[in-house]
């Protein structure tokens, strides 16, 4: 619970039939209680923050107005709704947010009936609503539908698709555009640009500010005058070009733009908004971080952050020294691009995440960010390979499922040098299923011409990125995972590997343990407890999933009777897969035990919390491979 006196009026508010019976001053009361009550947890706890400080006057008027949850709010993404969970029941679990048994960090159907859409991924807040929308018509319910979209997420195709689609239907939903001139990193939309530019045109806003300042001062008659104004401004958009022109010509009354964190107005607006029919755009300006002043000077740092200093924003220090798989992939791509000036790294608006950030330092005409456009950016990627660019597309392994399409038809098919880097493959934690990495080794192995490599530590990672750049033959892709690396040391250059070949790490002659990637530690780990129990286990990193050493795997299924496979990824169709695939076209008989992750979506906690739950940690592989042996 909250503090009583901190958060005087917060506390009188569980559901957003409380913010109902509030006043206009109550309401400017509990905005700055919410950023507040915000600021101290995630503080503490960490999770996405600057988005939710941006929307805070957003969300309590939305709630103020519409008849939630009978209304249905759907909001993109999640990062920018966690003054969405504070009001809707949840606010005491806050403190729980992305961590194991918790509430989630993005919205989920089965934590709240509030949360109308479950949504991790971006751009898909607009088509969800549309389809909300439909669906009660048909069925023969009246209510109002709004989408909330950060204007990040109008950097994706989809958003435009629901857009366009929402204008030939003429449907009942309203879409309110935070547009706060971010998404994660710095916004790449031209549109965004578009927008700043109209806004601040000095005949648009001398015509808007003056009569707005003027009728302000009328009371009704003011209201009255305002009307007149805003039909006139309506008219001068076909003088004036401004940013209604686009959403109009989709088939929206756009409103707008309106000041994000003026929760008066924003009231008086979706009041009058909500009594109108057919789809509608409005357009509110926020500032990301806003009332933070940390959060404000640095968007970037803290859209999510781990547990920080409350009057600094820095984060605490971790007892971990290591460096991470991101930084090291980062560093590692600046040293090639010294080296071959063809190479482009591209990025769907995650220059940090996926540590592109350093290509853009170091050769900013090597980087491109295509905004949160995973399927542009990989066809993208397909027409830059066919004139000698090495492109090299950067992006999170949940992401890259958004683009399997493109990958097999504009890439593969064509065997075209594209260059796939999927960061945070596997279990990442605290963002649970919506972006655990989970399923990239089925849906790239399926696809043919294609190579995937997964390194056992951040030296390996290295030269497989020297490895898949030198590669000619058509697409190549390394996945690795969230978080930091082993500690070992790199060499400096790079030792390119023989595609296909993988290396015995350790000799054994009672049991082979076949593992790729991050789990190739645990293995090692594995075998020393094994050994303890006079069981020698081999320990082999496989290096590739496709194509396998087969000539390894011949030696392997002729010397041991018992095989092992361990991979972070789900055991149908993963790299367990491709190894009984070969047993089984090679008639061996031998008895195999795979590790991984079974057919299910797993939820949030720590990385190392989840793997032992699922028992894929040292402790837990020990215990299957030695029940496995009796």
Known sequence: ??????????????????????????????????????????????????????????????????????????????????????LTGRKDLLPTIRQLNGISGFLKRSESEYDVFGAGHASTSISAALGVATGAKKMGVEKKVVAIIGDGAMTGGMAYEALNNSGVLQSDIVVVLNDNNMSISPNVWQISNYFTEMISHPEYNRFKGYVWDLTGKLDTFGDRLRKIAGRLDRGLKSIIVTPGMLFEALGFRYFGPINAHNISNLVKLFEQVKELKGPILIHAISSKGKGYKPAENHVQRLHAATPFDKETGKAHKTSNNNVSYTSVFGKALVELVKEQKNIVGITGAMADGTGLSYLQDAFPNNYIDVGIAEEHAVTFAAGMATQGIIPVVAVYSTFLQRAFDQIVHDVALQKLHVVFILDRAGLVGADG????????????????????????????????????????KGPIAIRYPRGYAVGVEMQSGFTDINIGEGEVLRQGNDIAILSVGLMTQYAIQVAETLQKDGQNAEIINMRFIKPLDEKLLHEVCKKFNKIVTLEENTLIGGFSGAVAEFMADNKYKNDLLRIGIADEFIDHGTQEELHKIIKIDAEGITEKIKNFWQ
Not at 434 to 463: A, C, F, Q, W
């Open 1 to 86: 619970m909250p503090n009583q006196e901190k958060y005087k009026i917060l506390n009188k508010v569980k559901y957003p039939a409380d913010i109902r019976e509030l006043d206009v001053n109550d309401l400017k009361t509990l905005c700055g209680d919410i950023r507040e009550y915000m600021i101290d947890v995630i503080s503490q706890v960490g999770g996405h923050f600057g988005g939710g400080l941006g929307t805070v006057e957003l969300t309590v008027a939305l709630h103020k107005v519409f008849n939630t949850p009978h209304d249905a709010l759907v909001w993109d993404t999640g990062h920018q709704a966690y003054p969405h969970k504070i």
């Open 433 to 472: 299923p919506t972006h655990h990495g989970t399923l990239d080794l089925t849906y790239l192995r399926m696809i043919p011409n294609m190579v995937i490599m997964s390194p056992k530590d951040e030296s390996e990672l290295r030269n497989m990125l020297s490895t898949a750049i030198n590669y000619k």
